[in-house]
């Protein structure tokens, strides 16, 4: 079956550390992004890609970086880890703009 | 107006009962509308789609207000297991991306 599939799902790390999450699906979407998932905020929206090559900032884009070589893949780099980014981070794929978006199971990110 | 309003609940209520959440939302020109379902700690799920004449599967039902700008989601006979934060959900952001409201907390006791 077709799925999307996170790495780590938990994660502790320092100040200033480099952190790349891991988000990795196999329905060959093109669509793929990347939110976090804060209390009181809901679901924000860091970066998106439309396809290979392509990413586009969200919402909440500082800090963050994606790149996109190959359809299945799109990792999220925190290039310098800060507090205010301790946060449950969620992938997401779909195949076009009115259909179902599918979401992996999570990350779970401190940052101390 | 905020793109995405939910009441946050939360919703406490016994088995069987009737539960209706409603989320209001600011895009005139949103065209997909959903339904999210989320358990604690986990991804949210898509429960399901809003159709414009309305739409049913099983014990829930989902309106679609244009005019007014609302959509809305009824739950008949409340099952324990319908414990969950319910997302509203619309396209309308930057080339059409999903936008997420913070979701309604609903608790079903015994």
């Known amino acids: 079956d077709a799925e999307i599939t996170q790495s780590p799902r938990h994660k502790i790390t320092e100040t200033g550390r480099q952190v790349t999450l891991a988000c990795h699906q196999t329905?060959?979407?093109?669509?793929m992004f990347w939110y976090r998932q804060d209390l009181g905020h809901g679901l924000r929206l860091i970066h998106y890609?439309?396809?290979?090559?392509?990413?586009n900032k969200g919402e909440v884009s500082d800090g963050y970086s994606v790149s996109r070589s190959n359809t299945e893949d799109l990792p999220l780099t925190l290039e310098s880890a800060a507090s205010s980014q301790t946060s449950v981070y969620f992938c997401?794929?779909?195949?076009?703009?009115?259909?179902?978006?599918?979401f992996g199971p999570g990350t779970r990110l401190t940052v101390l | 107006r905020k793109e995405v309003e939910q009441d946050p609940g939360p919703f406490n209520v016994p088995e069987g009962a009737t539960v209706a959440f409603n989320c209001t939302y600011s895009?005139?020109?949103?065209?997909?509308f959903f339904w999210y379902r989320q358990d604690c700690r986990k991804e949210p799920k898509l429960l399901m789609s809003v159709y414009s004449s309305g739409n049913e599967d099983g014990r829930f039902t989902a309106q679609l207000n244009r005019a007014s700008q609302y959509i809305s989601l009824l739950i008949r006979d409340s099952k324990l297991s319908d414990s969950a934060t319910y997302l509203c959900v619309l396209n309308g952001g930057s080339q059409g991306n999903l936008i997420f409201g913070k979701g309604t907390k609903l608790s079903v006791k015994p």
């Open positions: 997401a794929s779909r195949e076009g703009l009115a259909t179902e978006q599918f």
């Open positions: 329905w060959n979407h093109n669509n």
């Open positions: 890609s439309y396809g290979v090559h392509d990413t």
């Open positions: 895009n005139s020109a949103s065209q997909s």
